[in-house]
């Protein structure tokens, strides 16, 4: 864990790796294990590794949203939005996922519905930073792509 938050993608790999040997079963491991395949630019492996850590434990959202996050970075949007409402099941109080779901709509060029979950998102009461993280993505909704490089 410590790797993957220091960015030293590889030894993640690696030690994950060894953790998933040593427990097999655990959709935690295998969930951290995709999210440093997936920054390896592995992104296959990542989303193999993480239908595994679904499959492991149907309950944990970790799995799925980081699977949808993959499907988004990879834009395949729709199977992405079917995971994300796949998710909202098992944490209908989870303000990322509506997040999630507004900036894939943002992507789709459908402003209105991009607002529309970032609302939801901001009504569920995320920490600080991702307040100011989802007022910043609606206020971009008003910008073209073209020109938010510049910003």
């Known amino acids: ?32 294990l995709g999210t440093a395949l997936h920054t390896l630019q592995r ?7 993480l239908e595994k850590a679904i499959l492991a434990d149907k309950k944990n959202p970790l799995p799925m949203y980081q699977k949808a996050n993959i499907l988004m ?9 079917e995971v994300l409402e796949e998710l909202k099941e098992y944490a209908p109080r989870e303000s990322s996922v509506y ?9 789709r060029n459908m402003p209105e519905k991009a607002v529309f979950h970032y609302g939801l998102a901001l009504d569920l009461k995320p920490s600080a930073t991702d ?5 910043a993505a609606i206020e971009k909704l ?7 490089d510049y910003l």
């Open 1 to 32: 864990m410590i790797y993957l938050r220091q960015e030293k993608f590889e030894f993640s790999e690696h030690h994950f790796r060894m953790a998933f040997q040593i427990n097999p079963r655990s959709s935690v491991i295998m969930s951290y």
């Open 43 to 49: 992104s296959e492996e990542a989303l193999s590794m």
């Open 73 to 81: 970075n990879l834009e395949d949007f729709d199977e992405a939005l």
């Open 99 to 107: 997040a999630l779901m507004g900036r894939i709509y943002k992507r």
């Open 131 to 135: 307040v100011a993280t989802i007022k």
């Open 142 to 148: 008003l910008v073209p792509d073209e020109l938010q």
